[in-house]
């Protein structure tokens, strides 16, 4: 069972929450007790599980990652997007959650978020569900 | 089949090798052919898989951790803790490892440890196990 | 359902593309619905997917990862190779890919990477499929 969310990135480099997408999916899934993979099929973005309480904490980590790998540097690649591409390879495009009693087992303070590194976009997400 | 962890950190950053006590979940499930998940449900802690022989290997993560994403920085977030939720998201939080004839099939220099980036205080760990 | 590969890496760092021989694995194993799980057995290695289409974004990831995590650096591991564990941390030793119709689902340029840090050497990389 996999489905395919869109979403549209409206900056070069945000955090977008998808925690609720995801958690419309478990449900309609009925799966009770079991696994939610999540993957993103862009080589510019990535995914990531953080804070999603208080806003600074995304631009902390946005920020941080610009002063790491910025966008202006000495790449080879030349579609002005290799630091995006280096970004994606930190973060990560691939989260697994678990299920229980039908919802996802996330921590008190946890979304999850889509990460933009090479917007603004139309973008796809992947989410499998395993269980029963 | 989710089985939680609880320990306690004793610094504000330390790494805790957790390979045991996932190998003593994995034998009680019985599962003798799978997959084992580990989900850290935190936004300042992560989990790395990495050398368990050489202590020192860990200590050079973290401090070139903190060189990369140091403690005091200009971080919006006001809870002392920015540095630790961008270092969550550089290591992430879930982790997979296979299972074949009932034991995990880690690499021979290879453990799991759990990565405190705010501590010291209490932390849980769910692991997942699925199979036959 | 565990499948082992064999690579033989040539430089101390450089990124092998691995997407063809998952591929063929995901083939062998007949599965047309599930997951595919990559897992990389070392600690100075690990697995990104990212673009496959201009081979300068591979040399633009490591050269960045080189300049944040220098093979010099006053580490406390001895063997020369501390550099290569921290970097085995960021970019992460597993990979989840949902595979549908009999084939993985991959975004249009992505590709798996096997990530050495401290090569030449024999590496293996273990391969697991779930579903149906």
Redesign the interface.
Known sequence: M?KKISITTRSRAEFIDITSKVQDFVKESKIR???C?I?????TAGL????NA?P??K???L???ER??PFD?D?????DN?AA??K???????????I?DGEM??????GIFFCEFDGPRQR?I?I?I?GK
Chains 1, 2, 3 share one sequence.
């Open positions: 996999i007790s079991g696994a993979q993957f993103v099929p862009h080589t990531t599980i953080n804070e208080d600074s904490v631009h902390d980590i920020n941080r990652l790491l790998v540097g790449y080879s690649h030349t579609e290799a591409h280096i994606s390879a930190i973060v990560g495009t691939d989260k697994t959650i678990f229980e087992k996330l921590g008190t303070w946890q796809n992947f499998h395993a």
